[in-house]
Nanobody, 121 residues
């Protein structure tokens, strides 16, 4: 069974920082994992991918709006995927979801429950 559990959301002022963490469990998934990603959904908007990381190569992708501010990383020992978010802006507000993709999969099929990030003064 695959389980993705996010933590670290909260309320922060513009310019502040937050670190999100996604704990990944499920032996089969971990063995055959291809990529992990963070998505977000702002109120009234569609869900969008924020950043992704290949499980084995650690190759990273960032959407343009977060480049230079967000950093995705994976801890092999802890099986966690973190998203360090710096210089946060009000437009970063939303529910952040951790997602996983298996080798051979065409999409992110595994999802966490989401964690709220609110950037407001």
């Amino acid at each position: 069974q695959v389980l993705l559990v996010e933590s670290g959301g909260g309320l922060v002022q513009p310019g502040g920082s937050l670190r999100l963490s996604c704990a990944v469990s499920g032996r089969t998934f971990i063995t055959y994992a291809y990529a992990m990603a963070w998505f977000r959904q702002a109120p009234g908007k569609e869900r969008e991918i924020v950043a992704s990381i290949r499980w084995n190569t650690h190759h990273k992708y960032y959407t343009d709006s977060v480049k230079g501010r967000f950093t995705i990383s994976r801890d092999s020992a802890k099986n966690t995927v973190d998203l360090q978010m710096n210089n946060l802006k009000s437009e970063d507000t939303g529910i952040y979801y951790c997602a996983g993709q298996r080798i051979g999969g065409s999409e992110y099929a595994y999802w966490g429950q989401g964690t709220q990030v609110t950037v407001s003064s």
